[in-house]
């Protein structure tokens, strides 16, 4: 394997710079993704800059209306124990989304920048919520985007030299909830699936958001789930090809939990909404 270079810089903009010089360079947050890929030589990257001595990376702020914002540094566990978080709506769905990482010493390593990018069970949690990335590049550029469509394949994402800075979570009154199915020999989603919805005062769904993930396909949003959840329907809408199959699990068996796992959800979150809903 081949080793690549390292440098951790103590500010934003020496990282910045450290990337922009070097083609291939990759920003190292929590490491979990970048150090297997680098096992399984996946890719040759010639240069690490580790973000870890940035000290504006980190922190939870909470803004007007319960707003959060969230250093993309801040590692999970700094998240769920931040006194904001549980004074947010989006405390149930990032805790429950938290709870997925299989021990402590991950949830104490890994981040909320890096959990974004690897697309998994924080990231669809986010995007339940509607949460946008807040991007940094050299010579203060700057620029907003919802984690939505950083995670879209069809979209560009982060281009050479930028790193998330943040992630912003909006107000919002909206209970949410995560479920999933883990896969025994490594405790990595099979599929999960993140609901954040609002209820009028007789029970019925007023809003919807619902997010998956699972397989070699990053988190996303499911407009479909939404739909037939905001609908009340009892039996499963077609998914078509929302998953892909691996040696985890099928396409088709996904699709199936995809709905049992969002429908388990909306009845946490409307245990989470207390007696009115």
């Known amino acids: 394997m081949d080793v690549p270079a390292y440098t951790a810089p103590a500010d934003l903009e020496g990282a910045l710079r450290a990337l922009s010089e070097t083609p291939g360079a990759r920003p190292l947050a929590g490491g979990h993704r970048l150090v297997l890929d680098l096992k399984r030589r996946v890719r040759r990257i010639p240069l690490l800059v580790d973000l870890g001595r940035v000290p504006e990376l980190r922190g939870v702020r909470r803004g007007f209306g319960g707003a959060l914002e969230i250093g993309a540094m801040t590692t999970i566990t700094e998240l769920v124990a931040h006194p904001a978080v549980p004074e947010s709506y989006a405390h149930g769905l990032l805790a429950d989304a938290a709870a997925t990482l299989p021990d402590p010493q991950t949830r104490n390593r890994g981040t909320v920048g ?6 998994t069970d924080i990231a669809a949690a986010l995007i339940a919520l509607d949460a946008v990335v807040r991007v940094r590049g050299r010579g203060g550029r700057r620029r907003t985007l919802s984690v939505e469509r950083l995670l879209d394949p069809t979209a560009p994402g982060l ?3 930028e790193v998330i800075a943040a992630v912003g979570v909006p107000p ?8 999933r199915r883990p896969v025994p020999a490594t405790l990595a989603s099979v599929c999960g699936a993140a609901v954040a919805v609002t209820f009028h005062m007789d029970g019925a769904v007023a809003s919807c958001r619902v997010a998956v993930c699972g397989g070699p396909r990053p988190a ?13 329907v009892l039996t499963a809408p077609p ?12 396409g088709e068996y996904r699709a199936h939990l995809a709905w049992v796992l969002a429908r388990r959800a909306m009845a946490r979150a409307r245990e989470r909404t207390g007696p009115t809903a």
């Not at 890096?114 to 697309?119: E, I, K, L």
């Not at 499911?222 to 609908?231: D, G, K, N, Q, S």
């Not at 998914?239 to 099928?250: K, M, P």
């Open 172 to 179: 919002g009154t909206a209970h949410g909830a995560h479920v």
């Open 239 to 250: 998914l078509g090809d929302l998953f892909q199959g691996d040696q985890d699990a099928s």
């Open 114 to 119: 890096g959990s974004v990018v690897a697309g």
């Open 220 to 232: 996303r949003r499911v407009p479909t789930l939404e739909r037939a959840l905001t609908a009340g």
């Open 159 to 161: 281009a050479a030299g």
